[in-house]
């Protein structure tokens, strides 16, 4: 049983009892991928949808919600999950500041792209809580598939 | 060679954005003075060049609450600045200003909350008339946004923003103040367009 945290671009898995924590989630993007069966998964955090826009071949790839998720898929394909018994939750994308001068809303186009890219996967997803304008900490429970998100001001909630 | 991010900063170039703060820093100091009307003096700034994970860690951590005001600067340099204070910060404002020191931000009522937004106002417009006068280029200001969260969440912000560039550092300025003999620290993060950046360092005389 450990406790694996996991920070802003990253991704981390776990079985059994483990937990993966990842702090205030902004704009940015959780996502645990969890196989029942084996009681085992991942979670990545994700900051920018898609790496076909604004990568260099030196970038960190595990910071775009497409190869972020796609790594995590690997990872546990060669722990024994296949893609076929993973199933998602997610959590973050807000908007922190309330501006409309900023052109575009990134949080929002984070989410759209998670699960834009999960349903690519064929990846089913069993809860979300996304959006609005506050900071989200999320713990997931790799025996259970707990996803239990925390907020400054809200009630934690138990995706 | 032009400029594609941050992660190219050689120390020369920080060396520049240290004068600026410098500047900005002084400037932001006798301002705050004339607030609050107690001495406020100001030690050399820091300024950094920080991964996102170890700037979230220079803060004291991801679930840290802070306040942070975000601008937008337009004109001839364009991009944001992030003005990051903790309670520590506010509190010792409050009490200094009002008697009332401040246990939690996320607690605090009007009259504090719009001080200190205040406090944000002029330390953020203190920096952007360092960089106008020192290059004699133009920028503008939008209306400050304030939001009260954890540090992580604050600081992703200008994390994407670098990130979209292909950078994967932020660049930091650690200010100290010493108001009336007790040292107060606050944090402004700057987030130039990279073409302003270069813009910036142009004027200076100084090559990119």
Not at chain 1, 38 to 54: A, T
Not at chain 1, 96 to 123: D, K, P, W
Not at chain 2, 94 to 112: H, K, Q, R, S, Y
Request: aromatic share 6%; proline share 3%.
């Amino acid at each position: 049983m450990a406790q694996k945290i996991i920070g802003i671009a990253d991704l981390n898995t776990g079985k059994g009892g483990d937990t993966l924590v990842t702090y205030a989630l902004g704009s940015c993007v959780g996502i645990s991928l969890w196989d029942k069966e084996k009681q085992q998964g991942g979670l990545v955090h994700i900051m920018l949808p898609s790496s076909r826009e604004n990568s260099s071949p030196q970038d960190n790839f595990r910071k775009f919600a497409d190869t972020g998720i796609n790594e995590l898929i690997q990872s546990l394909g060669l722990m024994g999950s296949p893609k076929a018994k993973l199933e998602a939750k997610i959590a973050g994308g807000a908007k922190m500041f309330s501006t409309n001068s900023t052109i575009f809303n990134i949080g929002e186009r984070n989410v759209e792209a998670v699960r834009r890219y999960l349903q690519l996967m064929r990846i089913p997803i069993k809860g979300s809580d996304t959006g609005l304008d506050y900071g989200r900490t999320v713990v997931f429970h790799t025996d259970t598939g707990a996803f239990e998100v925390k907020a400054t001001t809200k009630k934690t909630v138990i995706l | 060679m032009a400029l594609t991010n941050i992660n190219q900063l050689s120390e020369m170039h920080l060396d520049v954005l240290k004068e600026i703060g410098n500047i900005g820093s002084g400037n932001a100091a006798s301002s705050l003075s004339e607030l609050i009307m107690k001495p406020t003096d100001i030690t050399v700034p820091a300024v950094k060049l920080l991964d996102f994970n170890e700037a979230i860690n220079f803060l004291g951590g991801a679930e840290i609450i802070a306040l942070g005001m975000l601008v937008q600067l337009v004109g001839d340099i364009k991009g944001k600045m992030i003005y990051v204070i903790q309670q520590a910060f506010a509190s010792h404002m409050t009490e200094t200003l009002f008697g009332m020191p401040i246990d939690d931000l996320l607690t605090m009522d009007e009259m504090a909350t719009s001080f200190i937004s205040e406090v944000g106002n002029i330390m953020t417009a203190s920096y952007v008339n360092a960089i106008a006068s020192l290059t004699n280029l133009t920028i503008d200001i939008s209306v400050p946004e304030m939001t009260i969260d954890m540090v992580g969440a604050i600081l992703s912000v200008p994390a994407v923003e670098f990130a979209m560039t292909g950078a994967n550092k932020v660049l930091f300025i650690d200010d100290s103040f010493i108001i009336d003999g007790s040292e107060v620290r606050s944090n402004l993060i700057f987030v130039p367009e990279t073409k302003s950046l270069e813009n910036l360092f142009g004027t200076l005389g100084v090559t990119v």
